[in-house]
């Protein structure tokens, strides 16, 4: 029985368990059960899946290049390592005739150099080689070998034909499954990764994810070797480590810089890949790979033989394959680093060109992923940068806000802070300064933090940076880069801000870096930011030293004025007190009413003016002490009352007589001080008395009374009042009366003189009585009253 | 002959009106504030006056029997308040076109360098000044040479 394409129905089971067979392998090393499935069809004891070498050329005239092993199974062998099947021998001569050739019996077959290590080896005596296309338009063979002579026959050989028709496509769905099946576990361990690290960032989530990426990575190509490496742009620039390897105790070079000798330096340098199929058979290979890889170095070449050497436990002349590829991790066209397989363990033993492409696909998928966390570190360390640098200032401020409340700020303590805050918050700053700079273009000196003095290369070059932005001359140009001097081992980068001062660089903040790590645009902006809160500090600083200085001249002033005050008034008191004692003896003797009219209105005068020079006094001393000192005595009645009465008299002298008023002195009320005792300094309460008088004169209306009577007050309390009727004392204008300096809008306009002082002191002399000042609202009915309120 | 007081001090104007009585044979007219001297000045049943004689510090105006007080202009404070209310009572004066050749006496307690910067503006005025320390003959003497009378009947005995 046929099928429809006149294959047998047992030779179509067979392919189709042959097609399953090969679907159900998930390794490239599966091939060898599909070479398996067929040998055993055809009772043979082993099969191998040869084809050309990359540097082969068979169409050429004539013919060179060799063949390998792609995948092998033997029933008794576990393993061969043989690949490299020369153009003449069966198995060449029947790729290049495009024919079948099958020899019966090795030994005595005149085509086959049966003295050859395989023969020897494996027992073979029979065998037969069905030539097929292999990708890339190459050629290649399925060769089956059985142990006993004999040979294959020939509808064995046609179904065989078949069944190698179908191998080359069965591999390369093998091969597909494979590349499919790495990547989809590549993106999903990274997917699990990425998804770990933006919980929880941290470098050892992402060394630990790139190294099992690495691992994944060598599964798939079967590598003794697979390692990646990459450049951390954030800490190390330019610089690319191996951050992962599944042959560490082997990879010594832990970093590269592109353009190194080495194979790895050269994919880093171009952003190509390199791929070698054997370093070991290489030298036939070189001037075609010398071609394809201009400049390369091969230095890695013999550490890598020698290693395979050791591992198959086999000359180097018998390795398999011992491939290499490396190719660019990159994202778009940004250069991120590498990943390198290096000979492969098992079969297939070498790597395919096919195999860069996905050895590519796997290094973007790896690079997305490094990139991604590169990205998410560099906003943490922002994050954290803004952070630091918010809390900093905060904590300058604080610092700064303690010195100003002092009388001698610790501006260099607040300095040593700011640099603190500068290091706290750009990672690369090893080393921050304030370089104060005198005006006079004098030596400047640097503030470091404590305990951390600067090796001499290091303070010269910080030095010679804020010289550099000084000379420049432009306080408000920000932070800046700052070239190292060539002279400085240690520092790499350095970042300068100016701190202005009156429109010129007063001195320089400056950062540096030991470290690869260039300064970020951040960090720029950082440093600006604390050079102006330093520049802010200094400013206040001399704000506050000029005012403190202002303050203090002005209280000397103040002081030399009080003592002027005191001086003037003391000089006039003893002629006005002369003069009013003079006057006021006079008054007790025989006089014409005439001249006694003129004494009387003089002694209202000379009155007035001793009040005047006693508020002088009073002002002086307020202002200089804050309090008026009494002399307290116990009073009499005929003292308190006299006193009142003359004071009366003296302001009736002074008053318009136009307008008139008379000031009446009630007596009754002072008769309580017959019985009780009221303590009191009676020159001050002469003045506090006149003042309030003069006051009730000054604002009353025109035909009224002054009236002024004593008493006891609801609350126990020996009173002077003095009431009248005139100007309105509205009850929000109560508390105001007694403020230093308050004058009422109308009171203004009806007396010119007065500077608001009077009630003031006479307030401050109540105190002083350990009594009060009681001034009233104005009644409806119109008075207005004023109490002098003295405990008994 | 008009002459006009312009004085808030009671026992001042008393003693003024005693020597310019004693020298001058008309009663002159007393002012005591600045509003009233305005208010005066605005009145068309007073002659012209021969000369005026101004206090410079002086109260805008008097409580009212009934305890009001008269609003003073805007520009009270701003023109120098209780401080320059002479010199702006003259300058009132003058601005009256009739009486813009009234000569005016400042006769106040303040220096002549207190009112320097007045004096220089008031050049081309009819302003005359005399220090209240001055012995009234000197008060008698300047009026009379303003009102044209060289001799005046003065007789510093008469005066306070």
Same mark, same amino acid.
């Not at chain 1, 998930?26 to 090393?29: I, R």
């Not at chain 1, 951390?232 to 620039?237: A, E, F, G, Q």
């Not at chain 1, 363990?345 to 033993?349: F, G, I, K, T, V």
């Given at each position: 029985m046929a099928t429809s394409a006149g294959i047998s129905r047992p030779t179509a089971d067979k392919v189709r368990e042959l097609v399953m067979t090969a679907l159900g392998q998930?390794?490239?090393?599966g091939m060898s059960s599909v070479l398996q499935f067929i040998a055993e069809s055809f009772d043979a004891d082993g099969c191998i899946l040869w084809e050309e070498t990359p540097g082969s050329r068979l169409k050429a005239d004539p013919p060179v290049g060799e063949f390998f092993a792609v995948a092998q199974w033997f029933r008794r062998m576990p393993f061969w390592t043989t690949y490299k099947l020369d153009l003449g021998c069966v198995t060449g001569q029947a790729v290049l005739a495009g024919k079948t050739a099958s020899v019966e019996d090795a030994k005595i077959d /005149?085509?086959?150099?049966? +003295?050859l290590p395989f023969f020897k080896r494996t027992g073979i005596r029979s065998f037969c080689a069905i030539p097929i296309p292999c990708p890339d338009d190459r050629k290649g063979s399925l060769d089956l070998y059985r142990l006993p002579p004999g040979g294959f026959a020939p509808d064995e050989l046609d179904i065989a034909r078949r069944m190698a028709d179908l191998v080359p496509g069965l591999f390369q769905a093998i091969r597909d499954r494979v590349s499919f099946g790495v990547l989809r576990e590549l993106d999903l361990h990274l997917q699990e990764a990425e998804q770990r690290i933006a919980a929880e960032a941290g470098d050892a989530a992402v060394n630990e994810a790139l190294q099992r990426a690495c691992v994944l990575v060598g599964d798939a190509f079967r590598s003794l070797e697979t390692s990646l490496v990459l450049e951390?742009?954030? #800490?190390? /620039?330019n610089r690319y480590d191996v951050v992962a390897t599944t042959f560490s105790q082997h990879v010594s070079k832990k970093s590269y810089v592109a353009g190194e000798p080495g194979l790895t330096p050269w994919v880093l340098e171009h952003q190509r890949p390199v791929d070698v199929f054997d370093l070991a058979c290489f030298e036939q290979d070189r001037p075609i790979l010398d071609a394809r890889y201009p400049d390369i170095t091969w230095s890695d070449r013999d550490h890598v033989l020698d290693i395979m050497a050791k591992r198959f436990d086999l000359p180097i002349d018998d390795l398999p394959p011992v491939s290499f590829i490396c190719v660019p991790v990159t994202v778009g066209e940004r250069l991120l680093g590498a990943l390198r397989c290096c000979a492969a363990? #098992?079969? /297939?033993?070498y790597y395919a060109e096919r195999d860069v492409e996905l050895l590519k696909l796997l290094a973007t998928r790896i690079g997305q992923f490094w990139d991604s966390s590169q990205r998410q570190r560099e906003i943490a360390e922002k994050i954290a940068s803004l952070r630091s640098i918010t809390e900093g200032v905060s904590r300058l401020n604080r610092l700064a806000q303690t010195e100003f409340q002092g009388q001698h700020p610790n501006l260099r303590g607040v300095d040593v802070e700011a640099v603190g805050v500068l290091r706290s918050a750009v990672i690369a700053a090893d080393i921050a300064a304030v370089v104060n700079m005198s005006a006079a273009g004098g030596p400047a000196e640097a503030t470091l933090p404590p305990g951390e003095p600067l090796a001499p290369g290091d303070m010269a070059a910080v030095l010679t940076a804020a010289e550099a932005l000084r000379a420049g001359n432009n306080p408000q140009a920000g932070a800046v880069a700052v070239a190292v001097p060539? +002279?400085?081992?240690?520092?790499r980068h350095m970042i300068a801000a100016p701190l202005p001062a009156d429109g010129a660089v007063d001195g320089v903040l400056v950062a540096a870096s030991a470290g690869e790590r260039e300064f970020t645009p951040l960090a720029l902006a950082v440093a600006g930011l604390v050079a102006e809160q330093i520049s802010l500090y200094h400013d206040l600083a001399r704000t506050l030293d000029g005012r403190r200085e202002a303050e203090r001249e002005r209280r000397e002033a103040a002081l030399r004025q009080v003592r002027t005050y005191q001086n003037l008034a003391h000089q006039l008191r003893s002629p006005v007190l002369a003069a009013l004692r003079k006057v006021s003896e006079e008054l007790k003797t025989n006089l014409p009413p005439l001249v006694r009219d003129q004494l009387a209105s003089i002694r209202g005068s000379l009155s007035w003016a001793s009040t005047m020079v006693w508020s002088t006094q009073m002002f002086a001393q307020l202002t200089e002490c804050g309090e008026v000192l009494a002399n307290l005595r116990p009073v009499t009645r005929m003292d308190l009352l006299a006193l009142v009465q003359t004071a009366a008299r003296d302001e009736q002298e002074r008053l318009d007589p136009d307008r008139g008023i008379d000031v009446m002195v009630s007596s009754a009320g002072f008769v309580v001080l017959e019985q009780r005792t009221v303590w009191m300094d009676l020159e001050l309460i002469e003045h506090a008395v006149s003042n309030l008088l003069d006051n009730a004169g000054k604002y009353s209306v025109p035909r009224s009374k002054v009236e002024v009577y004593a008493g006891v007050s609801k609350n126990d309390r020996f009173h002077v009042t003095f009431r009248n009727k005139g100007l309105r004392i509205l009850p929000q204008d109560v508390p105001n009366c007694v403020k230093r300096g308050w004058r009422g809008e109308q009171a203004k306009l009806v007396t010119g003189s007065g500077s608001g002082v009077g009630l003031w002191l006479v307030d401050h002399v109540m105190k002083a009585h350990n009594g009060e000042l009681l001034v009233l609202p104005t009644t409806p009915d119109g008075w207005t009253e004023v109490k002098l309120l003295f405990r008994f | 002959m008009a002459i006009w007081l312009v004085e808030d001090d009671p026992t001042q104007a008393k003693d003024i009106l005693a020597v310019l009585k004693s020298a001058f044979p008309t009663l002159p007219l007393l002012m005591k504030t600045e509003q009233e001297f305005l208010a005066v000045l605005k009145s068309t049943v007073l002659a012209r006056p021969d000369v005026v004689i101004f206090d410079v510090m002086l109260p805008w105006t008097e409580i009212a029997e009934d305890g009001t007080v008269v609003r003073a202009p805007e520009d009270y404070e701003e023109s120098g308040g209780f401080f320059r209310a002479g010199i702006r009572c003259a300058e009132a004066l003058w601005a009256n076109p009739a009486f813009s050749e009234v000569p005016a006496v400042l006769f106040t307690v303040l220096t002549n360098g207190d009112l320097a910067k007045d004096l220089k503006r008031l050049e081309g005025r009819p302003v005359h000044y005399l220090s209240?320390?001055?012995?009234p003959e000197k008060l008698i003497a300047l009026v009379g040479s303003l009102v044209g009378d060289e001799n005046p009947g003065l007789s510093a005995g008469n005066v306070r």
């Open positions: 998930t390794k490239l090393a /005149p085509r086959v150099d049966f +003295s951390d742009r954030l #800490r190390t /620039p363990l #098992r079969a /297939p033993h060539a +002279s400085c081992e240690r520092i | 209240k320390k001055e012995l």
